[in-house]
């Protein structure tokens, strides 16, 4: 911190100032929640985040030695605080920049809010700024989704040896993992309603490695497909990931990860198919049972989360009912239980991605 703060030139004495003021001490490690990113066994930066209550987190400092700028440590790190922020359940994310930081918050769309003069001789104002994490709703008419085959994934490539140190990490705790294909998307617009996107083939392996390493390659999103059921009474119906899962105890809507099935002859990747075989998957619903309603992505983050509401001629009680029954009948169930939301509180007590805590915002509205 002291190294990254003192390569912008400050007068030595206000460095000392600095440095015997400003610590992260093991009590902040132990409450609060901190990012790190190291090159082997050295320190190159940290990030920490503190929740400040009623939707806002504080990001406390953001620092990076001044050798491993230009590498798009900074960004990273920025993204994973916006990441535990939001799950915290924060939409919202403060900061107070020094003057020489502020064009790269501003990058990050992040917005001057007020400022105070700095406490360093000579130096611009220090800048309030603050952005919202709240995840992105958009209503879609059309999808026109298409495989890349002439390209790979270098995030998969480059890393080769290290994923697959990863995913013998994961097998050993969890044996059910298969190291399928899946698709990842890596280029993305939405005009008019209309969203147009380009994906590429990768084993399922790099696609959990990039999650648990707080997705470094930021050009690449997890594009998936949910269905949101509803019942005749107007509640939302969530399952519980079960333990044999890669998201075992998150809390969301029936869904998940793209892959070769999903691929029509032409080349164009069926996401419509891809939602309904995962709900019949998980649920043993079928969207013939029930009025299919609007068609919404979630932007959130690395997300982009494609969702379509199902309503059913049948109550909370009842679908809970006919899920577990299903997966009475199951050898391995996807999901360990069935959680019924009538308000946004009853997610309080899970753990929600902030992508399905919006989706139920959203059509609970």
């Given amino acids: 911190m002291h190294k990254a703060k003192g390569h912008w030139g400050y007068d030595p004495k206000d460095m000392e100032l600095f440095c015997e003021h400003w610590k992260i001490t093991p009590q902040m490690i132990e409450e609060d929640k901190i990012l790190t990113i190291t090159e082997n066994t050295t320190p190159l930066g940290f990030v920490r985040v503190v929740n400040e209550g009623n939707g806002i987190a504080l990001l406390d400092c953001l620092f990076v030695l001044p050798q491993a700028h230009g590498k798009g440590y900074g960004a990273w790190l920025l993204e994973g605080a916006e990441e535990l922020a939001k799950r915290m359940n924060c939409n919202h994310l403060r ?6 930081a502020v064009p790269f918050y501003e990058r990050h769309k992040y917005s001057v809010t007020s400022e105070r003069p700095s406490a360093f ?3 611009g104002d220090i800048r309030f700024m603050e952005k919202d994490l709240t995840p992105k709703i958009r209503q879609i008419s059309s999808i026109n989704l298409k495989l890349n085959t002439n390209t790979t994934w270098d995030f998969a490539v480059k890393n080769e040896t290290a994923i697959q140190d990863h995913w013998q990490t994961l097998t050993q705790s969890n044996p059910d993992l298969w190291d399928g294909r899946v698709l990842s998307l890596y280029h993305y617009t939405f005009e008019a ?3 147009v996107g380009s994906l590429v083939e990768t084993n399922y392996s790099a696609f959990l490695a990039w999650r648990d390493w707080g997705f470094p390659d930021r050009k690449a999103k997890n594009l998936f497909g949910c269905t949101i059921l509803r019942s005749s009474e107007g509640h939302l119906v969530f399952g519980k990931m079960a333990s044999n899962t890669a998201t075992a ?3 969301y809507p029936p869904g998940g990860n793209l892959d070769l099935n ?4 032409t080349g164009l990747v069926d996401i419509h198919g891809s939602i309904a075989r995962e709900l019949e998957e998980e649920t043993g619903f ?3 049972d029930g009025d299919l309603g609007e068609l919404i992505a979630v932007e959130d983050g690395p997300r982009l989360a494609i969702a379509r509401v199902l309503t059913l001629p ?3 009680e009842q679908i809970l009912a006919k899920i577990l029954h299903f997966n009475a009948n199951q050898e391995k169930p996807e999901l360990d239980e069935v959680v019924i939301v009538k308000t946004l509180s009853n997610l309080d007590a899970h753990n929600v991605p902030p992508h399905a805590r919006r989706l139920a915002e959203h059509v609970l509205n």
Avoid at 95 to 100: G, I, K, R, T, V
């Fill in 249 to 251: 105890g998150q809390v």
């Fill in 193 to 195: 309603q209309h969203l």
């Fill in 95 to 100: 900061l107070e920049s020094d003057a020489n």
């Fill in 286 to 288: 079928k969207h013939s």
């Fill in 121 to 123: 001789k000579n130096a």
């Fill in 262 to 265: 999903d691929i029509t002859e």
């Fill in 314 to 316: 049948l109550t909370a």
